[in-house]
């Protein structure tokens, strides 16, 4: 275990000193001063609304052992009141997060698995680290942890962990390049290339040229893992003769393949053929994207020379980060949180799961899709004909881009008197209250932005209601 020191602080950011210990050793970090616990060190982040260096004497009061600021004058009653505590001002705080997360990444030679797509990064990071925490002690990117200040965090938190699972997020060129650069994985994972913020990159070929940054930072003899059904991960590998590759997949010849694909209301099972003997691998949870989760897991497992024994343990045992794909029953009712962010192809995904599972009648409860750009209309437009496609019941949309999403659906089928196009969530609550039925199954899913979570909550309540 390595732990950061304030002299360290001063000669990798140079960084000034104003009052402490040079040699006060810094173990846990927040830049959340309404988070902040006895003894971590706050670093005032700036903004665009704001300045985190303003509210250091609010970190200070709630237990911080020490700050670290940017652009701001420490009073004399401040130094007099905590002459226990340490304070180092440097140029940049954001900059000095990445560069400590990067110097403490360079002191564990340790198995780095980093993953990123434009789908299920966050469930694939959760199965992917249940596999590999059958043999190791295990730190993990804590939900959507994902950018160019959660990454650094999560690395800062690194103490006598022997391996470690990060995801990596993107919006633009050079994000994911900035994030290798600190974590530098041994094994790098890309699950997919859909369409997530195309509206930003403006093609998918530009949204593979992100993905691909990754490897900017992999080490010289690591593996890259991809989802080889992918069509634009198939056709960059078919030309790649740099990167040692470990594809998965379910159509394309690929290392590791799945067969036999069974997926019930509650799991999926197939098999895979492992040293030349048939493998049965169970997931819980009803999904063919999951089954290529799970691929990608089992590579890791192998590339870690995880017994499959294990490699079965970890996948069946693995546990969702919360508001994905997050399943509840209540009095009858099943609600499916998906909630958490959406694109085509996680919306796609959805549905189908949707339609596999048990329920007298499945109803989803769809929202915008947000960062799409000039391509909104269409991607939305191409989710109605999923609704008819897997004979979804009821259909109802949030927001101005659903809109489409519903003229589709008429468009391709579906009876009108099964749609409704509302204005906001609180219409939504009110429709459910009028026609829930034992045995619904309800699909929730929209951009974050769309905030469905208020709907997700207060449809418990309300179904919790004798």
Request: aromatic share 4%; hydrophobic share 40%.
């Given at each position: 275990?390595?732990?950061?020191?304030?002299?360290?602080?001063?000669?990798?950011?140079?960084?000034?000193?104003?009052?402490?210990?040079?040699?006060?050793?810094?173990?846990?970090?927040?830049?959340?001063?309404?988070?902040?616990?006895?003894?971590?060190?706050?670093?005032?982040?700036?903004?665009?609304?704001?300045?985190?260096?303003?509210?250091?004497k609010q970190a200070l009061q709630?237990?911080?052992?020490?700050?670290?600021?940017?652009?701001?004058?420490?009073?004399?009653?401040?130094?007099?009141?905590?002459?226990?505590?340490?304070?180092?001002?440097?140029?940049?705080?954001?900059?000095?997060?990445?560069?400590?997360?990067?110097?403490?990444?360079?002191?564990?030679?340790?198995?780095?698995?980093?993953?990123?797509?434009?789908?299920?990064?966050?469930?694939?990071?959760?199965?992917?680290?249940?596999?590999?925490?059958?043999?190791?002690?295990?730190?993990?990117?804590?939900?959507?942890?994902?950018?160019?200040?959660?990454?650094?965090?999560?690395?800062?938190?690194?103490?006598?962990?022997?391996?470690?699972?990060?995801?990596?997020?993107?919006?633009?060129?050079?994000?994911?390049?900035?994030?290798?650069?600190?974590?530098?994985?041994?094994?790098?994972?890309?699950?997919?290339?859909?369409?997530?913020?195309?509206?930003?990159?403006?093609?998918?070929?530009?949204?593979?040229?992100?993905?691909?940054e990754i490897l900017e930072g992999?080490?010289?003899?690591?593996?890259?893992?991809?989802?080889?059904?992918?069509?634009?991960?198939?056709?960059?590998?078919?030309?790649?003769?740099?990167?040692?590759?470990?594809?998965?997949?379910?159509?394309?010849?690929?290392?590791?393949?799945?067969?036999?694909?069974?997926?019930?209301?509650?799991?999926?099972?197939?098999?895979?053929?492992?040293?030349?003997?048939?493998?049965?691998?169970?997931?819980?949870?009803?999904?063919?994207?999951?089954?290529?989760?799970?691929?990608?897991?089992?590579?890791?497992?192998?590339?870690?020379?995880?017994?499959?024994?294990?490699?079965?343990?970890?996948?069946?045992?693995?546990?969702?980060?919360?508001?994905?794909?997050?399943?509840?029953?209540?009095?009858?009712?099943?609600?499916?949180?998906?909630?958490?962010?959406?694109?085509?192809?996680?919306?796609?995904?959805?549905?189908?799961?949707?339609?596999?599972?048990?329920?007298?009648?499945?109803?989803?409860?769809?929202?915008?899709?947000?960062?799409?750009?000039?391509?909104?209309?269409?991607?939305?437009?191409?989710?109605?004909?999923?609704?008819?496609?897997?004979?979804?019941?009821?259909?109802?949309?949030?927001?101005?881009?659903?809109?489409?999403?519903?003229?589709?659906?008429?468009?391709?089928?579906?009876?009108?008197?099964?749609?409704?196009?509302?204005?906001?969530?609180?219409?939504?609550?009110?429709?459910?209250?009028?026609?829930?039925?034992?045995?619904?199954?309800?699909?929730?899913?929209?951009?974050?932005?769309?905030?469905?979570?208020?709907?997700?909550?207060?449809?418990?309540?309300?179904?919790?209601?004798?």
């Amino acid at each position: 275990m390595y732990n950061i020191t304030v002299k360290d602080i001063i000669e990798q950011c140079s960084g000034k000193i104003i009052m402490g210990d040079i040699n006060k050793e810094c173990i846990d970090f927040s830049t959340d001063t309404r988070k902040i616990k006895q003894g971590d060190v706050y670093i005032g982040l700036k903004g665009e609304k704001f300045d985190g260096s303003q509210f250091y004497k609010q970190a200070l009061q709630s237990g911080a052992s020490a700050c670290i600021l940017q652009n701001i004058e420490i009073d004399n009653e401040t130094k007099e009141n905590y002459k226990d505590r340490t304070i180092i001002i440097v140029e940049d705080t954001l900059k000095t997060l990445q560069k400590l997360a990067k110097y403490k990444r360079s002191k564990y030679n340790i198995p780095v698995i980093a993953i990123t797509g434009s789908v299920g990064k966050t469930s694939t990071k959760d199965i992917i680290a249940s596999v590999v925490a059958t043999k190791y002690n295990v730190l993990k990117t804590e939900g959507n942890f994902n950018n160019h200040i959660g990454l650094p965090l999560t690395i800062l938190r690194l103490k006598d962990h022997d391996a470690m699972v990060v995801e990596m997020g993107m919006n633009n060129l050079g994000e994911i390049s900035l994030l290798t650069d600190i974590a530098k994985p041994t094994i790098a994972v890309i699950t997919n290339v859909g369409t997530a913020h195309i509206g930003n990159l403006g093609s998918r070929e530009n949204i593979l040229k992100a993905k691909l940054e990754i490897l900017e930072g992999l080490s010289q003899d690591g593996t890259l893992i991809i989802n080889n059904d992918n069509d634009m991960l198939h056709m960059w590998n078919e030309k790649n003769d740099i990167y040692k590759v470990l594809d998965f997949g379910i159509e394309n010849n690929s290392k590791l393949m799945a067969k036999d694909i069974k997926i019930n209301s509650t799991s999926s099972q197939y098999k895979i053929i492992d040293k030349n003997e048939e493998i049965n691998i169970e997931v819980p949870i009803a999904s063919k994207v999951f089954i290529y989760n799970s691929l990608s897991a089992i590579c890791v497992g192998k590339t870690l020379n995880i017994e499959i024994n294990k490699i079965i343990e970890g996948i069946k045992n693995f546990e969702l980060s919360k508001n994905r794909m997050e399943v509840t029953t209540i009095n009858k009712v099943t609600i499916i949180n998906d909630c958490y962010n959406a694109n085509f192809d996680s919306m796609k995904a959805s549905i189908e799961s949707l339609a596999k599972m048990e329920g007298s009648r499945k109803i989803a409860i769809l929202g915008d899709m947000l960062e799409l750009g000039e391509f909104s209309q269409k991607l939305h437009s191409d989710i109605g004909k999923e609704i008819c496609n897997n004979n979804i019941d009821i259909l109802i949309t949030v927001g101005e881009e659903s809109k489409n999403i519903a003229q589709n659906a008429i468009e391709n089928g579906m009876n009108k008197n099964n749609i409704y196009v509302l204005n906001n969530n609180t219409e939504v609550i009110n429709l459910i209250t009028k026609i829930k039925q034992i045995n619904d199954t309800i699909l929730i899913k929209a951009s974050n932005g769309m905030h469905f979570i208020e709907i997700v909550n207060e449809l418990k309540v309300l179904l919790n209601k004798k």
